[in-house]
């Protein structure tokens, strides 16, 4: 490929053509379709291994978004997928890290992006990609492009290079269980720093104003499993009638990584609130061992929906003024089982369903909020301890002048 120089990315118009379609077939789910409506076969042969090696649908759908994005850069530019080099993949980081992402209807009440919230201290997702969305975006590519060396031996060249000391699976190749995994002596080429912030928790007082906030049984019961029992939005939602054990406290949800069953334990409150919600529906949803748990309220009834769920939360953080998501109420529960000295790490990392204890361990770090208001609470104990004991006299001055001086006890000092 001839040396290209540096690209004006700032100048360069990506055209927003081809799409992601469901097809609705269950051995391949989406397909990428270019300008002319043809399926990309790379791109359709690629989520085909993906699908067989058990990916879910939904990464199929998200890896085939992203490589839409590479797709479309590649058409701007006029090179082919499979003669893409450094230079592509460099221009392409610098290209979605200085563009803007496409504007969306608003509501005319929403925040200014990348605003931050002063009730949750959370802020509204900015005009730009963030840096996680452009590290996923890399790792989407490259695995794309590794395939097709593997499989058919071209193109020669990944055009986004592991990080050093990743090559081959030689960094964690004799990996102990008993230590934490080892990371790259440096980050991959074109692959953005990401910062690592605390897991934001709902303080206790907000959620109770959150919790006083939700009008409907259905509601209160979602939201009391999602915080006892720390599962996934999509984990809880997916819990069919015949998985409920009242009798053992627990409900049992299909792990998003492993597909495997595991039974939770929740909280009393929880089926109590579900006892409610499932008296006011009997007679209008269906009921059986296999039928879903969760539906909505307004005819014709059907199974909630993540959006649905999501909609919950949307008009409470309305009526709060808050930005709260569901995925909080998964870091509110982790940060309460970590601060019960009865629980180990281990527990809560089978109650969370991390693969690895390291996962688990951001949990013990104190979120920032909880800095300060030790901190404070230190400085007022000092403050306190200041008031009771006064400090000694400094050396070369003499208790008893003092004492006459300003009324105090003689305090021991040098003479």
């Not at 900015?126 to 452009?134: N, S």
């Not at 790259?184 to 934001?200: F, L, S, V």
């Not at 609470?377 to 000694?392: I, K, M, S, V």
């Given at each position: 490929?001839?040396d290209?120089g540096?690209?004006?990315v700032?100048?360069?118009?990506?055209?927003?053509?081809?799409r992601?379609?469901?097809?609705g077939?269950?051995?391949q789910?989406?397909?990428?379709?270019?300008?002319?409506?043809?399926?990309?076969a790379?791109?359709?042969?690629?989520?085909?291994?993906?699908?067989?090696?058990?990916?879910?649908?939904?990464?199929?759908?998200?890896?085939a978004?992203?490589l839409?994005s590479?797709?479309?850069?590649?058409?701007?530019?006029?090179v082919?997928?499979?003669?893409?080099?450094?230079?592509e993949?460099r221009?392409?980081?610098?290209?979605?890290?200085t563009?803007?992402?496409p504007?969306?209807p608003?509501?005319?009440?929403?925040?200014?992006?990348g605003?931050?919230?002063?009730?949750?201290?959370?802020?509204?997702?900015?005009?730009?990609?963030?840096?996680?969305t452009?590290?996923h975006?890399?790792?989407?590519?490259?695995s794309?492009?590794?395939?097709?060396?593997?499989m058919?031996?071209?193109?020669?060249?990944?055009?986004?290079?592991?990080?050093?000391?990743?090559?081959?699976?030689?960094?964690n190749?004799?990996?102990?269980?008993?230590?934490?995994f080892?990371?790259?002596?440096?980050?991959?080429?074109?692959?953005?720093?990401?910062?690592?912030?605390?897991?934001?928790?709902i303080?206790?007082?907000?959620?109770?104003?959150l919790?006083?906030s939700?009008?409907?049984?259905?509601?209160?019961?979602?939201i009391?499993?999602?915080?006892s029992?720390?599962?996934r939005?999509?984990?809880?939602?997916?819990?069919?009638?015949?998985?409920?054990?009242?009798?053992d406290q627990?409900?049992?949800?299909?792990?998003?990584?492993?597909?495997?069953?595991?039974?939770?334990?929740?909280?009393a409150?929880?089926f109590?609130?579900?006892r409610?919600?499932?008296?006011?529906?009997?007679?209008?949803?269906?009921r059986?061992?296999?039928?879903p748990?969760?539906?909505?309220l307004?005819?014709?009834?059907?199974?909630?929906t993540?959006d649905?769920?999501?909609?919950?939360?949307?008009?409470?953080?309305?009526f709060?003024?808050?930005?709260?998501?569901?995925?909080?109420?998964?870091?509110?529960a982790?940060?309460?089982?970590i601060?019960?000295?009865?629980l180990?790490?281990?527990d809560?990392?089978?109650?969370?369903?991390?693969?690895?204890?390291?996962t688990?361990?951001?949990?013990?770090?104190?979120?920032?909020?909880?800095?300060?208001?030790?901190?404070?609470?230190h400085?007022?104990?000092q403050?306190?301890?200041?008031?009771?004991?006064?400090?000694?006299?400094a050396p070369?001055y003499?208790?008893?002048?003092?004492?006459?001086?300003?009324?105090?006890?003689?305090?021991?000092?040098?003479?």
């Amino acid at each position: 490929m001839a040396d290209v120089g540096i690209r004006n990315v700032a100048a360069l118009t990506v055209e927003r053509v081809g799409r992601v379609a469901e097809t609705g077939d269950p051995l391949q789910p989406f397909a990428l379709l270019d300008e002319h409506g043809v399926e990309v076969a790379a791109v359709g042969e690629f989520l085909h291994h993906m699908l067989a090696d058990d990916a879910r649908p939904a990464s199929l759908r998200s890896y085939a978004y992203e490589l839409l994005s590479w797709f479309r850069f590649l058409r701007a530019i006029d090179v082919a997928w499979d003669a893409a080099g450094r230079a592509e993949a460099r221009d392409f980081a610098l290209w979605l890290k200085t563009v803007r992402k496409p504007s969306r209807p608003r509501r005319s009440d929403a925040p200014a992006p990348g605003s931050v919230n002063p009730l949750t201290g959370k802020a509204a997702p900015g005009q730009y990609y963030a840096p996680r969305t452009r590290r996923h975006a890399r790792t989407v590519i490259r695995s794309f492009y590794e395939y097709h060396r593997d499989m058919h031996g071209r193109p020669l060249i990944n055009p986004f290079p592991a990080a050093e000391g990743a090559e081959e699976g030689r960094l964690n190749a004799h990996h102990s269980p008993m230590q934490a995994f080892r990371q790259p002596m440096r980050r991959a080429a074109y692959q953005p720093k990401e910062p690592r912030p605390a897991p934001r928790v709902i303080p206790d007082q907000a959620f109770n104003e959150l919790f006083a906030s939700l009008t409907s049984n259905r509601d209160r019961a979602l939201i009391a499993f999602y915080v006892s029992t720390g599962a996934r939005a999509s984990e809880l939602l997916g819990v069919v009638q015949g998985l409920v054990a009242p009798q053992d406290q627990t409900v049992g949800v299909l792990r998003k990584g492993s597909r495997t069953l595991q039974h939770l334990p929740a909280s009393a409150d929880a089926f109590v609130w579900l006892r409610l919600y499932q008296q006011e529906t009997h007679g209008l949803v269906p009921r059986g061992a296999s039928e879903p748990l969760w539906w909505t309220l307004r005819r014709p009834f059907r199974p909630l929906t993540y959006d649905a769920a999501r909609m919950v939360f949307t008009r409470v953080n309305q009526f709060l003024g808050a930005n709260w998501t569901l995925h909080d109420l998964r870091h509110s529960a982790a940060k309460r089982m970590i601060r019960d000295p009865d629980l180990t790490l281990a527990d809560v990392q089978w109650v969370l369903g991390h693969a690895h204890i390291t996962t688990t361990e951001v949990y013990t770090n104190p979120a920032p909020d909880e800095v300060v208001r030790h901190v404070l609470a230190h400085h007022e104990r000092q403050r306190r301890r200041g008031e009771a004991l006064p400090a000694p006299p400094a050396p070369g001055y003499r208790p008893e002048a003092l004492a006459a001086l300003f009324g105090t006890p003689q305090m021991s000092g040098e003479a």
